[in-house]
């Protein structure tokens, strides 16, 4: 994840208002729950409102990362009033090993340009959990990539589904806001043959439906992973 392509686009990134709030945050938060845990990290934390959501759910204690400089600042700000609930890194090679319940990787594995780089994150994330951790990862469906939502669109064409890493625009809006910036597409077949390479267990798929269900109920926004380390 290659922070000269955020740190541009990180103010207007932020501005957007999306789907993410109302449906894929609270759907992890819950799954985050069941698992009991004193300590998660959020690896790719952005700003850290995901972060602060769990947080305000009563998760204990949360760690945070991202490679951005901007995106950092601004998830210390938002989180500084939780005191030392919160560890704050910004070099991903001081992230504690064996330390973590719950790590979760939320719309980042799509910035990630080359299958090397997404099993050397995964590795990286599995590294920080403690055995039997889980992982809890969304990425934007990639067996819908060619539909509109409610708050993004992509350039992505079907046709090209097989074309592991193939780059695409995806563009966000909530009405007021709009940002654009570039992902990488990796099949649903391919992200479960990098978490086997990188040594997770899937244990679950989880699809989150859009804003809009009514109009589109056979389409889903989000996916999410759940795998352990063993």
């Given at each position: 994840?290659?922070?000269?392509?955020?740190?541009?686009?990180?103010?207007?990134?932020?501005?957007?208002?999306?789907?993410?709030?109302?449906r894929?945050?609270?759907?992890?938060?819950?799954?985050?729950?069941?698992?009991?845990?004193?300590?998660?990290?959020?690896?790719?934390?952005?700003?850290?409102?995901f972060?602060?959501?769990?947080?305000?759910?009563?998760?204990?204690?949360?760690?945070?990362?991202?490679?951005?400089?901007?995106?950092?600042?601004?998830?210390?700000?938002?989180?500084?009033?939780?005191?030392?609930?919160?560890?704050?890194?910004?070099?991903?090679?001081?992230?504690?090993?064996?330390?973590?319940?719950?790590?979760?990787f939320?719309?980042?594995?799509?910035?990630?340009?080359?299958?090397?780089?997404?099993?050397?994150?995964?590795?990286?994330?599995?590294?920080?959990?403690?055995?039997?951790?889980?992982?809890?990862?969304?990425?934007?469906?990639?067996?819908?990539?060619?539909?509109?939502?409610?708050?993004?669109?992509?350039?992505?064409?079907?046709e090209?589904?097989a074309?592991?890493?193939?780059?695409?625009?995806?563009?966000?809006?909530?009405?007021?806001?709009?940002?654009?910036?570039?992902?990488?597409?990796?099949?649903?077949?391919?992200?479960?043959?990098q978490?086997?390479?990188?040594?997770?267990v899937?244990?679950?798929?989880?699809?989150?439906?859009?804003?809009?269900?009514?109009?589109?109920p056979?389409?889903?926004?989000?996916?999410?992973?759940?795998?352990?380390?063993?």
């Open positions: 994840m290659n922070e000269s392509d955020w740190q541009p686009v990180a103010e207007r990134y932020v501005k957007v208002e999306d789907a993410r709030l109302a894929l945050f609270p759907a992890a938060i819950e799954l985050i729950r069941a698992e009991n845990t004193q300590s998660m990290l959020d690896y790719g934390c952005g700003d850290g409102i972060a602060d959501q769990c947080l305000t759910a009563g998760i204990p204690n949360v760690s945070v990362f991202d490679p951005t400089p901007r995106m950092r600042e601004l998830a210390d700000a938002r989180l500084k009033r939780w005191g030392s609930r919160v560890k704050s890194f910004s070099d991903p090679g001081e992230l504690p090993n064996d330390e973590f319940g719950v790590a979760t939320m719309a980042v594995w799509m910035c990630l340009r080359s299958r090397d780089e997404c099993i050397t994150t995964l590795t990286r994330i599995r590294n920080c959990l403690q055995t039997g951790g889980l992982l809890i990862a969304s990425v934007t469906h990639p067996c819908f990539r060619d539909r509109r939502f409610s708050t993004f669109r992509t350039s992505f064409k079907m090209n589904y074309q592991e890493g193939r780059p695409f625009q995806v563009t966000m809006f909530d009405g007021e806001n709009e940002c654009e910036f570039t992902d990488y597409h990796w099949s649903l077949g391919e992200m479960s043959r978490l086997r390479d990188a040594r997770f899937v244990e679950e798929l989880v699809e989150i439906p859009d804003v809009e269900i009514n109009q589109s056979r389409v889903f926004p989000w996916l999410v992973f759940c795998a352990r380390r063993m």
